[in-house]
C-alpha cells in the first residue's frame, strides 16, 4: 500500500474518535454538531478519495471527483455553520448578522451543485494517471468555476472574521493565547489548502486527490484544543458534577428501579460511607430507616415530567433526622425516563429549635399563670387582714379621741391613710389579676351603653368636679364586657381626675379603617410630657405623689392588658399643659 493511502486511512481513524467526542460533549449544542459533522465530512472525503486512488478508469475518477467537490463545499459550509455559532455566544450583533452573512455565502455553493449534478457541469478536468496517481487540473473558465472559486473565498473571509471577534473578547491571558491559536489555523490552513487543491493547479501544476491528512490534521488540532481548554463555553456538565459534589443538600440519584447510582458527599454527613449504598435499592433504605412503605413510591413512579414530589420524614439513620425529600423523574435527550433525583435537606435543627421554642412557651405561659395566680391568691388573701388593721386603727383613733398628745393622732391618722392606700394598692392588684385571656366571654357590646353607665357611676365624681363627657354614636363590639367597662372608666376617670380645667372635658370619638376600629379618649387635662408615653403603662408607674393626685399607677397597666387580651394596642399622645389624647385600637376581626 503506498503512502498516499496510507495515510488517508489514518486520518480517517483518527476523525471517527476526535467527531464523536466533539458530539458527546454538548449533544444539545449546534456547534457541537456542526464540528462533528465536519469531522464526518472529511471522513467521507477521505473515502472518495481512497476510491479515487483505486480506480483504473477516467469514467469512475471523473464521477467521483463531483462528489470530492460536493464534499468540499459542504464541508466548508459546516465550518462557516461552527463559526457561527462559536461566535454567536459571544456577540449579538453577529448572532443577528452573521446569520444573514452565512445564508447568503451558502446560496452559491448550493448553484455550484445543482449545475454539478443536474446540468452536466465539471470543475476538475483532465483527469490523467501520473505514476500510479490520479492528477487534474481545474477547469479556469466559466461562471460555475468562478463561483466555486469564490465561495471558498468567502467561506475563508468568514472563518477569519468570526474568530477574530471571538479572540477580541477573550479576556484572559490563557484564553486569549488558545483562541489566537485557533485563529491562526482556521484561517492559515484552509487558505493553504485552497491554493494547492484549487488555485495552484493548472496545466503545469496538476493537483492531487489528497486533501484528507491535511484536513484531519487541522479537525485533530481544533477537537484538541476544544476538547482539553474547553475555550469555547463553560461547560455546564462539568460546572454541574462540582456542584453536585459540594452542595449541604444530600443528592441521591437513582435509575428507575429506584436502584442508587448517585450520591453526593453531604451524604456522609448522615454518618455513613456514601460508597456502600451504590446499587443499592432506596426503596428497601427507607422502609429500613424511615419506614416508609414501599407503595409511597408508586406516586413517584407517577409522577409527570415537570411535577415533583415533596414531603417531610423522620429517619432514624445513625440518630434521629428529619429531612425534606424533594424527588423529580430525569429523562435522557430521547425523552424517556431514565431514573430519579432525590434532593434531602436536613431539617433537624430546624425541628429542634422549633421543638425547643414550644417547649419554652409553654414553660413561660405556665409561669405567667402561676404568677398571675399567686397574685391572685396573695391580694385576695391580704385584703381581710388589711381591712382588720383599717378597723382596729379607727377604734383606735376613736378611743383615742379626747387625748391631748397630738402627735399620737397624728401617728394614728398617718397608719391609717396608709393602709387604706395599700388596701387599694392590694384591691388593684386583684384586678389586674384577675383579666383573663378567654374569648369565650367575648360578647356584643354597644359601647354607647357601656358610656351611659359609667357616667351614671361616676355621677358624683363628675358633678364634683363639673366635668362634661362628651360622645359620638359609638359602635357595638365584640369583646370581655367588664373588661371594656374597666378600660373605659380608667381612661374617663384618668381625664377627669388629671385636669386642672374649670369645665374638665373628656371627648371619646371613634376612627376606623379596613382593618381597625380606633377609640380616643381625649381630654383637657394636665396632658403628660413625652418622657413617659410609653412608661405610664407600666405597672406601679405614676407621675405625681398621692397627695397630688390620689392612685397606685395600676389603672393604665389594666387598660393595657385589657387590649392585650382584645389583640388590640393602647397608646397616648400628648404634650404637657395641652391635655392628653388616649388612642385603643382593636383588630376588625
Ligand atoms: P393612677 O391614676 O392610679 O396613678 P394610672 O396607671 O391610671 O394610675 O396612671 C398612671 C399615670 O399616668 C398617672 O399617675 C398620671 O400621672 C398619668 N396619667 C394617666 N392618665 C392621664 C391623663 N388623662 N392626663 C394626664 N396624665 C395622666
Known amino acids: 500500500m503506498s503512502f498516499f493511502l496510507l495515510s488517508i486511512i489514518v486520518s480517517v481513524l483518527f476523525l471517527?474518535?476526535?467527531g464523536t467526542r466533539i458530539y458527546l460533549l454538548n449533544p444539545q449544542s449546534p456547534m457541537h454538531r456542526s464540528v462533528a459533522l465536519s469531522a464526518f465530512l472529511v471522513g467521507i472525503i477521505g473515502v472518495i478519495e481512497y476510491e479515487i486512488g483505486h480506480s483504473s478508469t477516467v469514467e469512475s475518477v471523473e464521477r467521483l471527483a463531483i462528489y470530492h467537490s460536493t464534499a468540499a463545499l459542504l464541508l466548508t459550509y459546516s465550518m462557516g455553520l461552527g463559526a457561527y455559532y462559536y461566535v454567536a455566544a459571544y456577540s449579538e450583533a453577529w448572532k443577528k448578522w452573521g446569520f444573514y452573512i452565512f445564508i447568503m455565502t451558502g446560496i452559491m455553493p448550493l448553484f455550484v451543485i445543482y449545475n454539478l449534478y443536474f446540468e452536466g457541469a465539471v470543475?476538475?478536468?483532465?483527469?490523467?494517471?501520473?505514476?500510479?496517481?490520479?492528477?487534474?487540473?481545474?477547469?479556469?473558465?466559466?461562471l460555475v468555476p468562478t463561483l466555486f472559486g469564490i465561495s471558498f473565498l468567502l467561506s475563508q473571509v468568514y472563518l477569519f472574521f468570526s474568530h477574530l471577534v471571538v479572540y477580541r473578547k477573550a479576556k484572559y491571558k490563557e484564553e486569549k493565547f488558545w483562541k489566537l491559536v485557533l485563529l491562526i489555523i482556521l484561517t492559515i490552513i484552509p487558505i493553504y489548502l485552497v491554493h494547492i487543491f484549487l488555485y495552484g493547479v493548472n496545466k503545469d501544476e496538476l493537483g492531487d486527490y489528497w486533501m484528507t491528512p491535511v484536513l484531519a490534521i487541522l479537525i485533530f488540532i481544533i477537537g484538541w484544543v476544544y476538547t482539553n481548554f474547553k475555550l469555547f463555553e463553560i461547560n455546564p456538565a462539568a460546572a454541574i458534577d462540582n456542584i453536585l459534589e459540594l452542595m449541604s443538600n444530600i443528592i441521591i440519584i437513582t435509575d428507575t428501579d429506584f436502584r442508587i447510582k448517585y450520591v453526593n458527599k453531604s451524604f456522609e454527613n448522615l454518618g455513613d460511607i456514601r460508597g456502600r449504598y451504590i446499587d443499592k435499592s432506596v426503596i428497601k433504605l427507607a422502609g429500613k430507616f424511615g419506614k416508609i412503605p414501599k407503595e409511597r413510591f408508586d406516586t413517584i413512579r407517577n409522577l409527570e415530567k415537570n411535577q415533583k414530589h415533596e414531603r417531610t420524614i423522620k429517619f432514624q439513620f445513625f440518630k434521629e433526622t428529619h429531612l425534606l425529600i424533594t424527588v423529580s423523574a430525569t429523562y435522557n435527550q430521547q425523552g424517556s425516563r431514565i431514573g430519579y433525583v432525590f434532593v434531602l435537606t436536613d431539617l433537624t435543627e430546624d425541628v429542634e429549635n422549633q421543638n425547643k421554642l414550644k417547649d419554652y412557651t409553654q414553660q413561660l405561659e405556665q409561669s405567667n399563670k402561676e404568677l398571675e395566680s399567686f397574685a391572685y391568691i396573695a391580694s385576695h388573701d391580704m385584703k381581710t387582714p388589711l381591712r382588720?388593721?383599717?378597723?382596729?386603727?379607727?377604734?383606735?383613733?376613736?378611743?383615742?379621741?379626747?387625748?391631748?398628745?397630738?402627735?399620737?393622732?397624728?401617728?394614728?391618722?398617718?397608719?391609717?391613710s396608709n393602709a387604706r392606700y395599700m388596701h387599694c394598692l392590694v384591691e388593684d392588684i386583684l384586678e389586674f389579676s384577675k383579666i383573663s385571656s378567654n374569648e369565650d366571654s367575648f360578647v356584643a357590646i354597644d359601647l354607647q351603653e357601656v358610656i351611659l353607665s359609667i357616667i351614671t357611676h361616676l355621677s358624683g365624681f363628675i358633678k364634683e368636679k363639673n366635668a362634661v363627657i362628651q360622645f359620638e354614636n359609638l359602635p357595638t363590639i365584640k369583646a370581655n364586657k367588664v373588661q371594656i367597662q374597666q378600660l373605659f372608666q380608667n381612661l374617663i376617670e384618668n381625664g377627669i381626675k388629671y385636669n386642672e380645667s374649670d369645665e374638665p372635658t373628656v371627648n371619646i370619638y371613634i376612627s376606623q379603617n379596613d382593618t381597625s376600629l380606633s377609640i380616643t379618649f381625649e381630654d383637657n387635662g394636665i396632658g403628660i410630657s413625652e418622657t413617659y408615653h410609653e412608661q405610664i403603662f407600666d405597672m406601679f408607674k405614676r407621675l405625681h405623689d398621692n397627695t397630688t393626685y390620689q392612685g397606685t399607677g395600676i389603672g393604665?397597666?389594666?387598660?393595657?392588658?385589657?387590649?392585650?387580651?382584645?389583640?388590640?394596642?393602647?397608646?397616648?399622645?400628648?404634650?404637657?399643659?395641652?391635655?392628653?389624647?388616649?388612642?385603643?385600637?382593636?383588630?376588625?376581626?
Not at 476538475?124 to 496517481?133: A, M, P
Not at 379607727?394 to 394614728?412: A, M, P, S, T
Not at 393604665?556 to 389624647?581: D, Y
Request: glycine content about 6%; proline content about 2%; hydrophobic content about 40%.
Open 556 to 589: 393604665l397597666a389594666i387598660c393595657k392588658k385589657i387590649m392585650e387580651v382584645h389583640h388590640g394596642k393602647i397608646s397616648v399622645t400628648a404634650a404637657e399643659n395641652q391635655g392628653s389624647r388616649f388612642m385603643i385600637e382593636f383588630p376588625k376581626d
Open 16 to 18: 471517527i474518535p476526535v
Open 123 to 142: 470543475l476538475d478536468i483532465n483527469h490523467q494517471l501520473v505514476d500510479g496517481k490520479w492528477k487534474y487540473t481545474i477547469l479556469d473558465e466559466g
Open 388 to 416: 382588720n388593721i383599717v378597723s382596729f386603727l379607727n377604734l383606735i383613733e376613736r378611743k383615742l379621741k379626747g387625748d391631748e398628745d397630738k402627735e399620737v393622732q397624728e401617728f394614728i391618722g398617718l397608719a391609717t
